[in-house]
């Protein structure tokens, strides 16, 4: 009797590690970051994250490198959105780029992102900002980089409500993981002539499973876009 309610302890015990951990892991996901604002009206072309073509007046940023590669991920926040508070207002913005000299919580904002939530004449202003739900419809995308075959492939993630933290394939009855790069896209090698199943997980840690039309045989010469089939939920 007394080892059943030890081992009932051991389980409620369990239980609420994980029920704290879930919490703190959705805490610091929703955790509102301070630091500065300056404007630039560079990133809507060649931006780090790769997400060309942006169109013009989209409200959009550069983000400084720590921030930029949250919880130690290369580019998690590339194609983030971002609620951004400022002495006039707040606004949304989307994450193309990085902010090399950016100190941690900095950003580099668009012109009219700005203007939007200060005066542009400061050309430096404090913010308060933190990662949103992203204003997107329909299901994800993916580009196929230039290069990409079944030997080697770097594939990227595109309209997706929610950072992008982990992408993994499926194959010969296994999960295999893939490495997110500065360039926002994620490689392996090896991926096989099918179609390819794969697992992808946002920075809350929900999982989606999709399926990418099987990669070129020897290699593509430019870059391609492919239509996905499931989107991250709310």
């Known amino acids: 009797m ?21 919490a ?25 994250a790769m997400l060309d073509p942006i169109p013009s007046d989209m409200k959009i940023t ?12 290369k ?9 951004v508070q400022g002495p006039k207002g707040k606004t949304t913005v989307y994450v193309t780029d990085k902010y090399p000299e950016g100190a941690s919580g900095a950003l580099d ?6 203007k939007t939530i200060g005066d542009m004449s400061k050309g430096k202003i404090n913010v308060k900002w933190r990662v949103v739900k992203g204003p997107v419809t329909g299901h994800f995308s993916y580009r196929i980089k230039e290069g990409s075959s079944q030997w080697w492939a770097a594939i990227q993630v ?29 490689v392996s090698t090896n991926l096989g002539t099918n179609s390819l199943k794969v697992r992808i997980t946002d920075i809350r840690g929900k999982t989606v499973e999709d399926t990418i039309p099987k990669l070129p045989a020897d290699g593509s010469s430019d870059a391609y876009i492919v239509p996905g089939h499931i989107q991250f939920p709310d």
């Open 24 to 48: 703190h892991v959705s805490a610091a996901y929703n955790d509102v970051r301070t630091g500065y604002a300056t404007y630039t009206s560079s990133g809507y072309s060649g931006g780090a």
């Open 75 to 83: 580019a998690a926040l590339a194609g983030a959105y971002l609620e």
């Open 109 to 114: 904002l668009s012109p009219n992102a700005f």
């Open 2 to 22: 007394k080892m059943k309610k030890k081992i009932g302890l051991v389980f409620i015990t369990m239980f609420f590690m994980m029920v704290s951990l879930s």
């Open 158 to 186: 595109r309209n997706h409500k929610y950072p992008v933290m982990k992408m993994e394939y499926y194959k010969s009855g296994k999960w295999i993981g893939m490495e997110k790069m500065d360039y926002n896209h994620f």
């Open 62 to 73: 550069a983000l400084n490198t720590a921030d930029y590669n949250y919880g130690g991920v």
